[in-house]
């Protein structure tokens, strides 16, 4: 089992910035890719961004390239994800996960744990 637990998240307003960290206990962390999804109101859960078990390799959807960033500290077992540049639409409750495969990562079937979800709301 691994137990992942989210920082808060925060308001913000149009174009600032959000540090987001997820922290894991349980099995060895560095097994796991990790990654991060976000859910709007209304609509499905999306994938966000990866990093596989060492950090060399990352992925992100279109929506965050260039504004986001994602890296992990194996040391401290812990997940992060910078936000910059924040627009309204990405106002959404955002999720830390766990898994096993950095290609299935990016798929929310892909994920073997969760975290608590953190709510982000982004002010026009």
């Known amino acids: 089992q691994v137990q992942l637990v989210q920082s808060a998240g925060g308001l913000v307003q149009a174009g600032g910035s959000l540090r987001l960290s997820c922290a894991a206990s349980?099995?060895?962390?560095?097994?796991?890719?990790m990654g991060w999804f976000r859910q709007a109101p209304g609509k499905e859960r999306e994938f966000v961004a990866t990093?596989?078990?060492?950090?060399?390799?990352?992925y992100y959807a279109d929506s965050a390239k260039g504004r986001f960033t994602i890296s992990r500290d194996n040391a401290k077992n812990t997940v992060y994800l910078q936000l910059n540049s924040l627009k309204p639409e990405d106002t959404a409750v955002y999720y830390c996960?766990?898994?096993?495969?950095?290609?299935?990562?990016?798929?929310?079937?892909?994920?073997?744990?969760w975290g608590q979800g953190t709510q982000v709301t982004v002010s026009s």
């Open positions: 990093i596989n078990w060492s950090g060399e390799s990352t």
């Open positions: 996960a766990a898994s096993r495969y950095y290609s299935d990562s990016r798929h929310y079937s892909g994920n073997d744990y």
């Open positions: 349980g099995r060895t962390f560095s097994n796991y890719a």
